[in-house]
């Protein structure tokens, strides 16, 4: 057995969940290869100590002050939930769940678009420009009735904070590709601090990949929840360019459309 | 002759409980919480504190290792169990209860992290790990001495920590609360080749922080 494979067969061989056969093929690269000895040494050192931290800890007695909050009603179901339940009961059945679930989602897309949401950037103090730039694509006023619902920044200073560089808040550990979602990260805080150098990156990218990359940058802002402030900072520019950019980021939903 | 020493070896047989069908004792032998489950679905406040006393210090455990400090962890179990109790008509009785729990448990200590942001989380742990002793890596120049100590644990729990938490979880699944490759599937919601690659990235990127607590000389000769 080369040495790359058996070394990451490694963990399964400590662990004794490898199939006899393929045991044996570590085993016998085990008796010619110490650098393998010695990993599979540490690594069993290692899991030893992780072993000795299992029940090491005094944990609090939680029972009462669970059973307190529930009492209090902060393990009742969401009102969503809630209509679900209430729908599934209506068509009981295998597909009752499901179409109950659907029921409600498009009950919640029906009242959607009557609340005007307020969303921001963590780490973004929006420049004083664009404040006074027209909303672009406005959700229609909402109703008088749910004005009262509309979710407003709680904590915003009364004394305007100085500008800050833009983050974009995203654990890159978390996606599948550490260094995609890094440059990604980097291309968004570029479009939200300095236009020009953004575009410039863009101008800079092979024609035949612009397309692609705008794209793909476009759905990682919607998941990271930057998309509606990278559109606004686009739209804010004097550049016809980045006016033309900008729909791309308003258009793309979460999941990606 | 050899009729009464067949009778003798046979008859104890005879005695024991019959066994259940096969799938009620797998039921039975796989889910010890199964009486407790059914008795808290049918209304029982007092067999869902029952379950919370059960499960209070192995999910505390695995929120501190996921967190790295205690006020954080005891809020995040007390959010599990909340949560536990508002899905749990959710579980389906073939799975173990406890890797429902773990499962929840998992998604608490990850949607507390996301509130806190990592550098708090990170911070939190340094805290605490000052609070507990001296940090420094000469405090564990004697592997042996520092094994019994909290300095020990505080380091340990350090390091963990700055695992990324992908890697972070099934290491801490697998090698501190001793569940299987396909429970942690189960938990994770990954496929069990995806996990048991994450416990090896994850235990070698412990290894290699842990450096000379773990260091194996003699096998390397």
Partial sequence: MRHERAARHLSEYLDGTLPARRARQVESHLAACSRCRQALGELRRTTELLWSLRGAEDAPDLSAAVLARIRAGEADPSLAERLRAAAARVWSGAWGAPLATVAVGLAVLAILPRIEIEVSVPGVAAPPELERAAPVARAPRPAPALEARRVRQPLRPSVPEPWRAPSVSVDCWEQPSFEACQERRRSLELALSDTPAFLERVEALPSTQRERWIGELSRFAAETGSATSVAERLRASDDPRAWQMAPRFESTTFDGR | ?221
């Fill in chain 2, 1 to 221: 002759m050899s009729q009464p020493r067949v009778t003798a070896v046979t008859q104890p047989l005879f005695d024991r409980p019959r066994p259940l069908p096969a799938a009620d004792v797998a039921a039975e032998a796989v889910d010890p919480d199964r009486d407790l489950v059914e008795r808290w679905r049918q209304g029982e406040s007092e067999a869902f504190a029952a379950l919370v006393r059960r499960h209070q210090r192995r999910v505390f455990g695995l929120l501190l290792r996921m967190l790295g400090n205690r006020e954080e962890a005891e809020d995040a179990a007390q959010d599990a169990f909340l949560n536990l109790h508002r899905h749990g008509h959710r579980f389906r009785s073939e799975s173990r209860f406890s890797t429902f729990l773990y499962r929840v448990a998992v998604n608490a200590a990850l949607n507390r992290r996301r509130s806190l942001g990592r550098r708090r989380a990170h911070a939190d742990a340094f805290g605490e790990a000052h609070a507990v002793g001296q940090v420094g890596a000469d405090a564990f120049t004697d592997p042996e001495q520092a094994l019994a100590g909290d300095e020990l644990r505080a380091r340990l729990g350090r390091e963990l920590l700055a695992l990324p938490d992908s890697l972070r979880a099934p290491v801490v699944l697998y090698d501190v609360e001793g569940l299987s490759y396909g429970e942690i599937a189960e938990v994770l919601e990954l496929a069990e080749g995806t996990v048991k690659s994450r416990i090896h990235r994850g235990r070698q990127a412990l290894r290699a922080r842990l450096g000379d607590l773990v260091a194996d000389r003699e096998a390397g000769s």
